[in-house]
């Protein structure tokens, strides 16, 4: 993550807070983050140095029509600094700033296979037990763990993947 996009970030959430939408720019952050991540094309338009800012922003203001005037303002902010590649990392830094100011954590669950609601619910149950803190869920699906679950709070990690399980057997047999 670039100190630039922190430094924006920053700065629209101080805005947004200001302006009493912080809500609705979080909302917008996410749509754009997840967007983004998700179109190999808008990433490609936005990071490349071929196609004139004009383009770029009447891409952006189409793609992004339904979003809040704050939201609109950062994203001519970046075009008009040149710096509109990097509005991925300033959305995704936006809504990780949201959450500290509001004491949610976020736990990332690796599993084989997504996970129903009612395990996401006893997931937010054992994560708030152990954080105190207010927890959002985001499940990543990774097979290669073939089963159980890697449960990532902050920098703290737990691994109960069947992966990680037959690695310390293969470590314990080449040892002895």
């Not at 071929?50 to 009447?58: E, G």
């Not at 040149?82 to 990332?108: M, P």
């Not at 997504?114 to 619910?121: E, G, P, Q, S």
Request: no cysteine; net charge positive.
């Amino acid at each position: 993550m670039s100190r630039a996009a922190i430094r924006y970030a920053k700065a629209i959430l101080s805005l947004a807070s200001d302006q009493k939408a912080a809500d609705a720019v979080n909302k917008d952050m996410k749509l754009i983050a997840a967007t983004i991540a998700d179109s190999k094309d808008l990433k490609d338009t936005l990071q490349s140095p071929v196609i004139s800012s004009t383009i770029k922003k009447s891409v952006l203001l189409e793609v992004f029509k339904k979003t809040n005037k704050t939201t609109i303002s950062l994203i001519e902010t970046l075009i008009s600094n040149n710096r509109v590649d990097l509005l991925g990392e300033v959305a995704s830094k936006y809504n990780q700033l949201f959450d500290q100011s509001k004491g949610i954590e976020l736990a990332t669950v690796t599993t084989a296979v997504a996970i129903t609601d009612d395990l996401k619910k006893k997931v937010l149950a054992k994560a708030k037990e152990l954080t105190g803190k207010e927890i959002e869920v985001d499940n990543i699906v990774d097979e290669s763990i073939l089963g159980g679950f890697i449960l990532r709070i902050g920098d703290v990690q737990y691994n109960a993947s069947i992966a990680n399980q037959l690695n310390k057997l293969k470590r314990e047999f080449t040892l002895n």
